[in-house]
């Protein structure tokens, strides 16, 4: 059970046990306090039950956290080092609900569309072959787009995309130096990282929707995304499990926009906007 729809149901609960105060609870403890005269008799009378006072006093702040975190912003953790340099494992991010339009919680249906995820964002989205966990890559191919990634180079569209080298990254995980580079999606600039030691074929990958607009080959991979889906890498590009190996994320998978790294316990100073 996800958090969402734990959020839901206690939004649901309290909710009713706020609206039978508010209609039935409350005007039967005024009518009974109106039957006593002295004031600490009555202040005792309209006083709430204890389970209404835990239960109807905590609805507004579950539906104002409920509403925001549906539909304004929300906050995630990141897990894993597949997003370095961009995103390294203990960042809490907030994820932007709006920018690619609004879906009902829980149903996770489009009711307003905002605009079309873009080339070189980072978004959050459902895993494709288990939507009970919630991933964090660039996007890197929108609809009709033809991909490669070949010899360790990124191509879209038979364009390749530039990069200028950048000092060699310490690899905490790995505790090793790994090559760095300023990469350029549609004008959008990010540091990646490759490891030259790893193969540029792609390992064991999936069986799924659409495989066949994939060709992979001993170089890499080269895909046409088909519509309604969109192909994703990790930031580290020899360390992430993404669209090379399970394929492309569909529309409705969509959570939103990664925009702001906002704490990171262990490290202040990667607090600041995403590129």
Known sequence: MNFTLILFILVLVTGIAWCADKLVFLPRRRRLAAGYTDAQSQKEALQQPVWLEYSAGFFPVLLAVF??????????????????????????ILVNKFDYGLRLPVLN?????????QR???AVFRYPEDE??????????VP??????????????????PEIPLPDYFDEERMAYTRQYRETVDARSHAILKNPAAPNFIIN????????????????????????????????RDNSADSRYW??????????RAFLIWMNFSNMKRIGLLD
């Open 132 to 141: 009970s966990i919630d991933y964090v890559k660039r996007i890197i191919g």
């Open 205 to 236: 990958a999936h069986d799924f929707p659409f495989k066949e607009h994939c060709a992979y080959k001993p170089e890499g991979v080269v895909c046409t995304v088909p519509p309604g889906q969109y192909f994703v890498m990790g930031d580290n």
């Open 67 to 92: 509403i925001a975190r549906s539909f304004i912003v929300e906050p995630f953790k990141i897990p894993s080092s597949s997003m370095l340099p961009t995103l390294d494992i203990g960042d809490l």
């Open 109 to 117: 249906i489009e009711i307003v569309r905002n605009r079309n995820p």
């Open 120 to 122: 070189g964002e980072v």
């Open 247 to 256: 394929g492309f994320v569909p529309d409705r998978n969509l959570i939103g």
């Open 144 to 161: 009709g787009d033809t991909v490669a990634y070949l010899n360790k180079r990124l191509t879209i569209n038979g364009q390749p995309m």
